[in-house]
Nanobody
Framework: QVQLVESGGGLVQAGGSLRLSCAAS????????MGWYRQAPGKQRELVAA???????NYADSVKGRFTISRDNAKNTVYLQMNSLKPEETAVYYC???????????????WGQGTQVTVSS
């Protein structure tokens, strides 16, 4: 069973920065897309940024130019650098990954447990 372990959340003032990390545990042959989502209280979970195994990225319009997603395939880890944070971006941030357990196998989607990001005004 794959576990995605997130870290790097916390409390930051508006305009500040945080860097989130998400590392996948063992039992992995390969990982296709990895991404970050967020869910604020009373709102639906939304995509923040995603990255393919080849490095192609996709961002929500609201974070373009401020957030950067990257990954280290050797470490099965994805990062999210968040700059110029806004109070309305307070949410639980979740890591997501499409994992293949063995060669030729199907990909399964996994989620992390979430990490709280709080941006104070």
């Amino acid at each position: 069973q794959v576990q995605l372990v997130e870290s790097g959340g916390g409390l930051v003032q508006a305009g500040g920065s945080l860097r989130l990390s998400c590392a996948a545990s063992e039992s992995i042959f390969s990982i296709n897309a990895m991404g970050w989502y967020r869910q604020a209280p009373g709102k639906q979970r939304e995509l923040v940024a995603a990255i393919t195994s080849g490095g192609s990225t996709n961002y929500a319009d609201s974070v373009k130019g401020r957030f950067t997603i990257s990954r280290d395939n050797a470490k099965n880890t994805v990062y999210l650098q968040m700059n110029s944070l806004k109070p309305e971006e307070t949410a639980v941030y979740y890591c997501n990954a499409d994992v293949q357990h063995h060669s030729g196998g199907v990909y399964y989607e996994y989620w992390g447990q979430g990490t709280q990001v709080t941006v104070s005004s």
